[in-house]
């Protein structure tokens, strides 16, 4: 199946911490299966070579294997940060608040958010005043998972189209065109 057609598979080993790997067979035999992997990102990341009897089981269609297969199909796209600064440069020392005053309901940067928790949030600018703002939360596969209001003394950095945005807003693109 994947070998012929270059069908993404994730394949899960016995005793893996790392969760899966995918990408697409490139040969096997009764023994051994041969995976041209994938990084998160959609780029090419080697040839794994692995016992089929280490394998627990294998996905197929799901979101994320989806969105590998996606990436992998322009590998460059996600590398290049797409947000450049205005040319006085200082829309980023403004604070929170002028900082994402500029975003809101702007859809084509996503923007990582951490709190002084270390909790790390993922999302669109949908409101914000003095002491509050209102994301859409974007998950690794590009979904909507919902709305979240935090305050701006719980935020502690924010990044605006780093590699996790922009992997996050391509696949959010292929999901919700044209939104």
Not at 33 to 42: A, C, D, M, P, T
Not at 112 to 123: I, R
Request: net charge negative.
């Amino acid at each position: 199946m994947s070998k012929n057609l270059k069908t993404f598979v994730g394949l899960n080993f016995y005793g893996s911490d790392n969760g899966f790997y995918c990408g697409y067979v490139i040969d096997y035999n009764e023994e051994f299966v041969v995976l041209q992997h994938f990084s998160k990102y959609g780029m090419s990341d080697g040839l794994l070579t692995h016992k089929l009897a280490d394998i627990k089981y294998f996905e197929t269609d799901t979101d994320y294997i989806k969105g590998i297969e996606h990436l992998a199909k322009s590998p460059n796209a996600v590398f290049e940060q797409t947000y450049q600064p205005k040319s006085g440069g200082n829309d980023f020392t403004e604070g929170f608040p002028s900082l994402l005053e500029n975003f809101i309901g702007n859809k084509v940067y996503i923007i990582k958010f951490e709190l002084n928790d270390d909790e790390v949030y993922y999302g669109l600018i949908d409101w914000c005043d003095e002491n509050y703002f209102t994301i859409t939360n974007i998950d690794p596969d590009g979904l909507i998972t919902g709305k979240a209001t935090f305050k701006f003394e719980d935020l502690k950095l924010y990044w605006v189209d780093d590699l996790d945005c922009r992997k996050r807003k391509i696949l959010y693109d292929v999901k919700y065109p044209g939104r």
